[in-house]
């Protein structure tokens, strides 16, 4: 990859995994280590960009020469995303976002009464970032990429999600034992709107940022985005 070929651009990229409070003491969230979106934030900064990234309950430590916002939630990673996506040139969505939250909050610990069922748990659907910010760009040009973790037709529900989801490229990466959620390394194939398709053989989580930020480049050469 070209050297500082992201000098002058500014990259907003979400790492982490959401947590969705149900009391003071408990949350619905998921596997996301965040070190797929810290590589894509250290190989975009090694580029020159200036990089905002958002993280989600990683525990990282921040990455050398990046902007770090610290959310919790979904609905705060939006509102984080929406305000950093303002001036950027991309934006890179590799968070693991709930798609629904508990529809509410217990302000104390919610206690298991002897003899009792327990509650149902109603969930209420949360907003699709991605959906958002493809449908309704920042600024001409910009460019929105997105992830899919998939288990089952992995290629198939990757096509539909980016007709679905309305970005310029997602990223399909397969849920298992020594990739994706977690793990040091990765595999995927990058899925362009244009109908390209760009396999990224199973190595180290930089590699596959490193693709990320070359497919991303071309297309800035493409749009003239500023
Ligand atoms: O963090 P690691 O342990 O390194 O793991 C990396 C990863 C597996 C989390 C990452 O590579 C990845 O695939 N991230 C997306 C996970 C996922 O399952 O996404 P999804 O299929 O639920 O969502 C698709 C896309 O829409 C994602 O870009 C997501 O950020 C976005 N989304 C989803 C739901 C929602 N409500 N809003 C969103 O913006």
Request: aromatic share 4%; net charge negative.
């Amino acid at each position: 990859s070209a050297e500082r070929d992201l000098a002058g651009r500014h990259v907003v990229i979400s790492a982490g995994g959401t947590r969705e409070p149900l009391d003071p003491v408990r949350y619905l969230g998921n596997r996301s280590s965040g070190k797929q979106g810290y590589a894509l934030a250290r190989t975009a900064v090694a580029r020159g960009a200036r990089v905002t990234l958002i993280e989600a309950n990683t525990g990282l430590p921040d990455p050398a020469g990046a902007d770090v916002v610290r959310v919790g939630t979904a609905v705060q990673l939006r509102e984080a995303v929406l305000k950093a996506a303002g001036d950027a040139d991309a934006v890179v969505m590799a968070a693991a976002v709930a798609d629904f939250r508990p529809e509410s909050y217990a302000a104390g610990k919610i206690k298991k009464k002897d003899g009792e069922e327990p509650a149902p748990l109603t969930l209420v659907r949360n907003p699709d970032i991605l959906a958002e910010i493809s449908a309704d760009r920042a600024r001409p040009g910009q460019l929105v990429v997105g992830f899919a973790a998939e288990t089952d037709d992995v290629l198939a529900n990757g096509r539909l999600k980016l007709r679905r989801k309305g970005c310029d490229l997602l990223v399909v990466n397969e849920v298992g034992e020594r990739k994706t959620f977690g793990s040091e390394e990765n595999e995927a194939v990058v899925l362009g709107a244009d109908g390209s398709e760009t396999p990224v053989p199973y190595g180290p989580k930089e590699a596959l940022a490193d693709t990320v930020w070359d497919l991303v480049g071309e297309r800035f050469g493409q749009t003239g985005a500023a």
